[in-house]
């Protein structure tokens, strides 16, 4: 597990767990997975946008803007209101037209319909980008340094859940052609199984 994962996984323990599993009528132990799955997804697709020096920009000022961490200030209150911190728009810029794919292989993963699994990655997503505003800050970080510190952290997730980060990895281009689109249509159906 990778620093931002880890972090945002140990945020998201005890009531935090419980209130996501409630709010999107899965247990505890869905919740959870679903999180262990979506961070390093969410993380892994940045990690691969910003290795094009304009998205890096374009991360790096979004970050600096409106992601400075002060989303873990108040957790509980986030957790129970998501909709005014913008994951969908973040999603979007993370994930684009995959989104619906990427949402229903977690769905698949987790036994979580695709709707939830939607909500859910929408509920990480600003707390992923709450944890790389932190990191820029405290480590002075340029667009360049941002994608070095994503492009780290999956490397470490890599060494410590290679079967998962392969898997995640896949998900995302599976031929490397830099689009996934195509890999993702032809995975949808077994991805999970």
């Given amino acids: 597990m990778n620093a931002i994962t880890q972090i945002i996984t140990q945020q998201l323990g ?9 709010r999107f009528g899965i247990s505890e132990t869905a919740a959870n997975s679903a999180v262990e799955i979506g961070v390093p997804l969410i993380l ?16 790096h000022q979004a970050v600096a803007t409106d992601h400075d ?13 998501p909709q005014n911190a ?6 979007g810029h993370v994930f684009g037209n995959q989104r619906p794919t990427i949402e229903n292989n977690l769905a698949q ?6 709707s939830s699994a939607g909500g859910l990655l929408e509920t990480l997503a600003p707390l992923v980008m709450g944890s790389l505003g932190q990191a820029q ?7 360049s340094g941002l994608s070095d510190l994503l492009n780290n952290q999956q490397q470490e997730a890599q060494a410590n ?5 392969s898997m995640l990895s896949s998900m995302l281009d599976q031929n490397k052609d830099g689009s996934s689109m195509d890999d993702l249509q032809r995975m949808a159906a077994s991805f999970f199984k």
Avoid at 69 to 81: D, E, P, R, V
Wanted: glycine share 12%; proline share 3%; hydrophobic share 40%.
């Fill in 109 to 114: 993963a987790t036994g979580m319909d695709q």
């Fill in 14 to 22: 005890g009531n935090a767990a419980r209130t996501l599993a409630q």
């Fill in 137 to 143: 800050q405290e480590n002075g970080l340029d667009a």
């Fill in 69 to 81: 961490g002060s989303i873990f200030n108040n957790l509980m209150g986030y957790l129970q209101n």
């Fill in 44 to 59: 892994t697709a940045l990690a691969r946008n910003a290795s094009q020096p304009q998205e890096a920009e374009s991360l």
């Fill in 86 to 91: 913008n994951g969908a728009g973040i999603l």
């Fill in 161 to 165: 859940a290679p079967g998962a980060m």
